[in-house]
């Protein structure tokens, strides 16, 4: 079996290896399209037209649009386009891109799908990070009242308790599996609750090494002391 090439995106020949000139064609074709606002605004509205209509357009988007950007709609589809980068030393990161729809069983359902995933990651050497959104866990809402400063009611502290309990299993998996996991950075309205959550963990679970990693996003002008104070916290609670 020949050796494939490792990635290399300073050869661009090297770089595209895994793609044929007919993948590469219509990734251009993808790539120009949503380049040209008209038409990539027409397109989305389209779409949404005939989902709500239940129009068969799920083959079409999954050979274009879906097909490019994602890796699957199942984590075995998913694993698939993984083994894939992987012949090429490209490693990959099962992200599910489904967030919660508002509710406490829809919350879980995302946790336990998450869960999978990591579970699915650790029997592999070419996924060695899990990702989470916190959104995806709990209402957003509540977050947004906490950075506010505002007092939460009842029901509100408790719903925020389970919110953070799904992080820490999360977090917990992949300390016992021998994952890293990423809190993913999301709006600046509630993101230093976020931050917080995943300090909390990180002093937890980093102990021995690097198991929890948070993420700044740097166009952002407060990122570089945000990183500078979480790096003297880390410091002074002893955690990596």
């Known amino acids: ?39 990539s605004d027409l397109g989305i509205g389209l779409a949404n037209l005939a989902f709500k209509l239940k129009l068969p357009v799920k083959g079409i988007m999954k050979k274009t649009m879906f097909g490019h950007f994602c890796g699957g ?35 879980d359902k995302t946790t336990e799908e998450i869960y999978q995933t990591l579970v699915e990651s650790a029997k592999t050497a070419y996924m060695p990070f899990g990702v989470f959104k916190v959104t995806g866990l709990g209402d957003y809402h509540i977050m947004i009242k906490i950075q506010d400063g505002e007092k939460l009611s009842k029901e509100e502290q408790a719903a925020f308790d389970r919110m953070k309990a799904r992080v820490d299993k999360l977090c917990k998996a992949a ?7 990423l809190v993913d950075a999301e709006e600046s309205w509630f993101q230093n ?48």
Do not use: W
């Open 73 to 107: 709609e199942t984590i075995k589809e998913s694993i698939q386009a993984c083994k894939k980068l992987a012949e090429y030393g490209v490693e990959s990161i099962l992200d599910l891109s489904v967030e919660g729809k508002g509710d406490e069983a829809s919350f």
């Open 175 to 181: 300390h016992d599996l021998g994952l890293r996991i």
């Open 1 to 39: 079996m020949p050796v494939k090439p490792k990635i290399s995106f300073e050869n661009l020949e090297v770089a595209f290896a895994s793609k044929s000139g007919a993948e590469l064609r219509k990734m251009y074709l993808i790539f120009a399209t949503l380049n040209n606002n008209l038409i």
């Open 193 to 240: 609750v976020i931050d917080d959550l995943a300090y909390e963990a990180m002093e937890k679970y980093n102990q021995d090494r690097c198991v929890v990693y948070n993420t700044y996003q740097m166009y952002r002008h407060d990122s570089l002391s945000r990183l500078q104070k979480a790096h003297l916290v880390a410091q002074e609670k002893g955690y990596l």
